[in-house]
């Protein structure tokens, strides 16, 4: 079914290295092609190291994966199966995610990493738990940082590359906080994949060379051109073993000190060092690593009827916007009447269409206008449910006319009203997305980050002989460049030291309310329209009674209080032309989606990965 089946017997003795001293292995590999391994105690467990594809997998039809008890989707075959192979050692579905982000920021280092940070959502079976790894500003940034001598807000590019966009990273000191409650296997055992394949090499993507051979940055850096790039300059090509001794080197350390290893020490010395070189040196300090504390914070729930079927959908809290903008999406939806059919030929109506993207709209102009970082905004009237407050969505849904608003203004739900001024438009990039559900029926939606492709483009190593290492997320830009408007109004989301940027990141849990059972888990990458993608599949498996592949499949669109956005030849001309004279400013355009999700069936568990992108799912 994948190119999975069959593993190799490649293994790493870690014992020999000194990295599990307090761990016995197996002494045969733990694979699909040893199927006792599915039950193998903790600590007796090898990676094993698989067959890796030559094949491009850019856009490509998949078919979903039924599996009966357990079940890993991740952006990246190798990731995919890292968890996969630590469920059957034993693994908890928190193990298992570990193992994916650590393999993910080596094999998919465009995405996430080491240098980024994370928002994870956790249910253990009754609870769900909400952990947070976001990036924070230095103790040493300014309101005034993204902007030019000229007082202008700098290029995205221009302030992508400067130490300023560098926040404090984060993943895996909350991945480390995360496990100390949930984790089953140790810490280190966790870290073998990513150690064995970062020694032993890994075939170049197609999706990653693509990614090298179109970006105009990357190759500045001289630790990256090193690396990712050979002598002429190009991009390592598809299938080439690219092998990262540093990276390697810095996950032992991580495996045996744990985050420490990332925020104090050589390590951090090498952050440092890499932020406050030119261009525009940042401030980010040793202390500011040193610090650093990933939040528990509480999940955001809402309640959501279909038909006769009442769901719970969790989400993660500010400092995400995601959340609560599917929540209004989805709630002024209801409170709309159609003209007509939800789909046309299998695919979103223009009336559907329409009335999606005004609710949109209505929501993003709430998001540009109220969400921020907790600790620094208080939310409007007190909750920041208010936003979702059936009377203040009924009140909403009542601008949604026969002609497109174009842009809508902000609301003031529970009466609130702020002295703050709406964020402008600014773009946003980047993430992955990883599900997981276990045996025992815990479960793990995390998005992980490091915002643009490559995030600041500054590769750090602790030593220039050895090749590799790991990216340096460019989080900051999620910070509103312009500190104030016209007016001297301050922005709810400029930059403030200490401070985590607001993100659309929207990691989802979906429960059946009645029952408790876990019904669905699923995010994706995308910047903000992470927030339509993952809307998307909550539409189409809990409305449409699709399953979760068709409803990935489905070609996205949405609208970020702007242009009305469609998937490049993904619609009929019919709709164009239906939403064009409705009023709609439509752009098509290229919304590369990368959509993992897992639900519930009669038989187990259903799994999905977005075919623009390279992911798979794995199970048992």
């Not at 005034?144 to 001598?149: C, G, Y």
């Not at 599917?326 to 046309?344: F, H, V």
């Amino acid at each position: 079914m994948t190119p999975y089946q069959t593993l190799t017997r490649l293994t790493l003795v870690l014992i020999s290295a000194g990295l599990l001293t307090a761990c016995s292995v197996l002494n045969t590999a733990s694979s699909p092609k040893n199927p006792s391994a599915s039950t193998a105690a903790a600590g007796q467990w090898r990676y094993s190291v698989p067959e890796q594809p030559e094949a491009a997998s850019g856009n490509t039809v998949k078919p979903g994966w039924a599996y009966a008890r357990q079940a890993v989707a991740a952006a990246n075959p190798l990731a995919t199966d890292a968890g996969h192979q630590i469920l059957r050692a034993g693994g908890s579905a928190l193990d298992a995610a570990i193992a994916v982000q650590m393999v993910l920021g080596l094999v998919e280092p465009q995405s996430s990493g080491l240098g980024g940070g994370a928002f994870l959502l956790h249910f253990d079976g009754q609870k769900v738990s909400a952990h947070d790894g976001r990036e924070t500003a230095p103790a040493g940034a300014k309101p005034q940082q993204f902007l030019a001598d000229d007082g202008k807000p700098l290029s995205f590019d221009e302030a992508l590359q400067s130490g300023h966009a560098v926040g404090v990273p984060g993943a895996v000191r909350m991945l480390e906080a995360a496990h100390r409650q949930h984790g089953v296997l140790p810490w280190s055992q966790l870290m073998a994949p990513a150690i064995t394949l970062a020694e032993q090499g890994f075939k170049v993507s197609p999706r990653l060379h693509t990614l090298l051979q179109a970006d105009p940055h990357l190759k500045k850096d001289p630790v990256a051109l090193a690396y990712f790039y050979n002598a002429q300059g190009q991009a390592w090509p598809v299938g080439h073993v690219l092998r990262n001794p540093e990276y390697a080197h810095v996950m032992r350390r991580i495996a045996l000190e744990g985050s420490r290893a990332l925020h104090e020490g050589a390590v951090a010395q090498a952050i440092v060092q890499r932020t406050q070189s030119a261009p525009r040196p940042g401030s980010l300090s040793l202390q500011d690593l040193a610090q650093y504390q990933a939040r528990e914070r509480e999940a955001l729930c809402f309640d959501h009827a279909v038909q006769k079927r009442n769901y719970r959908i969790c989400g993660f809290p500010p400092p995400s916007s995601g959340q609560i903008a599917i929540g209004q999406i989805l709630g002024i939806l209801a409170q709309t009447t159609a003209k007509g059919p939800d789909l046309q030929y299998g695919l979103p109506a223009p009336d559907w269409l329409h009335r999606y993207t005004e609710a949109s709209r209505l929501a993003f102009a709430d998001r540009a206008q109220f969400v921020a970082d907790p600790d620094f905004v208080k939310p409007p009237a007190g909750d920041w449910r208010s936003l979702w407050d059936k009377a203040y969505l009924k009140q909403r849904s009542q601008l949604i006319g026969a002609q497109s608003m174009k842009v809508a203004t902000a609301g003031q739900p529970g009466g609130a009203r702020t002295s703050f001024a709406p964020m402008p438009a600014q773009t946003e990039y980047g993430t992955s997305h990883i599900s997981v559900v276990d045996a025992k029926g815990r479960s793990v939606a995390m998005t992980t980050t490091i915002e643009a492709a490559f995030g600041a483009r500054r590769m750090v190593t602790t030593d220039a002989q050895r090749p590799g290492g790991f990216l340096l997320n460019n989080q900051l830009t999620d910070f509103s460049f312009a500190p104030a408007d016209a007016q001297g109004r301050p922005i709810a989301n400029r930059v403030e030291p200490g401070k985590r940027p607001r993100s659309s990141m929207s990691p989802t849990l979906v429960f059946d309310k009645a029952t408790g059972q876990l019904v669905l888990s699923g995010g994706s990458p995308g910047g903000a329209l992470i927030v339509h993608y993952t809307a998307k599949v909550l539409v189409g498996t809990l409305h449409w009674d699709m399953n979760a592949q068709d409803a990935v499949n489905l070609p996205n669109f949405g609208s970020l209080n702007g242009p009305t956005l469609l998937e490049a030849q993904r619609f009929p001309a019919t709709t164009l032309e239906a939403l064009k004279a409705q009023g709609h400013e439509v752009r098509e355009m290229e919304m590369t989606s990368g959509l993992q999700a897992i639900e519930r069936t009669p038989r187990g568990w259903f799994g999905a990965a977005d075919p623009r992108r390279e992911g798979v799912v794995l199970g048992d």
